[in-house]
């Protein structure tokens, strides 16, 4: 999604990019440079792990060398406007105050942070309660920073709206597939799909609702199914608790994730807690291929359950939608293809342009 926006951006702007990046990921600087006018790269230690107060401080001090170099590029070099990803950095970086800038919340993280609070109970819910006071202070911080908060859906706007009052608040919709290069449909029959970044506690979630509690129903109905997680970061004590589990594989990291969707038969995408858009599902949507999510997977998307995407919230349910889906091949492709025009329609890359050079335009004086 950020490299796309950078791809869009470069095309009618010159842009300089400051960015962390994670061991390995240097393959991507000459592509970059490709790309952007002026790139200044800041080392990472690797994707937070929540569980190690070790791995919390090593993150912390990354982004605080990312707002250190933020400032040296706003030194350096004169600019119209900055545009700032995530939350976690607009905490961090305070832009100066004659330089107009914008923050785009992927997240707004103090949703499901809330969410997570109300459905909690005993002394996890003390926990809950805490996470979701810490999460909102640091996003009410981040965005009284900005001249301007892009949301990517109306829900987290309308979140965002009533968490933060002064803030000036607009909506992004990226167009699902970005990156696909137009490869052909090769379904697997018979197959699910996950993704998702492992590491990341909500995901692990996710596959273990998938694994735990939907799973065996439908290797019960269809015992050559086959559940393909794709996602890198998985810690190794969920890794051992995964592997051998009949029907189960492992992919960990995909280069190319449109292999992946297109050669699924069905998505599963249990999004159990919410926040922002679920970018996977329209992925899989704009592959052509049918999703089966919750309520809280659908809220940014709106597709019409039943018709665009299959929605389910408890786990019976999930598992026969599911079900339903491997075993109906005319079900599957009538989902698949109202998915992929929804996203179509509502999600274009026009759209997208029209909201981000019309704030630029609002924002920035000329000089």
Known sequence: MVHYLLSLLASRHSVHLVTRYYPGEERHFTDLHQVVARLYAVPADGPVDMSSPRSILRTVRSYARLARQADVASRNDQFDLCQVEFTETGYFWSPPADLPAVLTCHDIIAKPAFRRYEESRGLERIAAFAAWKLKYAVERRAVSRYRMVFTLSEEDRDWAQRLYPAARIRVLLYPGGNDYLGLPRQEVPGRVLFVGALNRPQNIQSVRFLVEKVWPVVRREIPDSELLVVGGGLPAREK????????????????????????????????????????????????????????????????????????????????????????????????????RLHVERRFSAEGLKEVLEGTYRELVVPR
């Open 240 to 339: 051992e608790r995964l592997t051998g589990i009949p029907g189960i594989r492992l992919a960990g990291y995909v280069e190319n994730l449109e292999v992946a969707y297109k050669s699924a038969s069905v998505v599963a995408a249990p999004i159990l807690s919410g926040g922002g858009i679920i970018v996977k599902i329209l992925d899989a949507m704009a592959a052509g291929v049918p999703v089966v999510t919750t309520s809280y997977g659908n809220e940014g998307i709106r597709g019409i359950p039943g018709e665009d995407i299959m929605i389910a919230d408890a786990p019976e349910e999930f598992a026969r939608a599911m079900v339903s889906m491997l075993l109906d091949h005319t079900l599957r492709g009538a989902v698949g293809e109202r998915g």
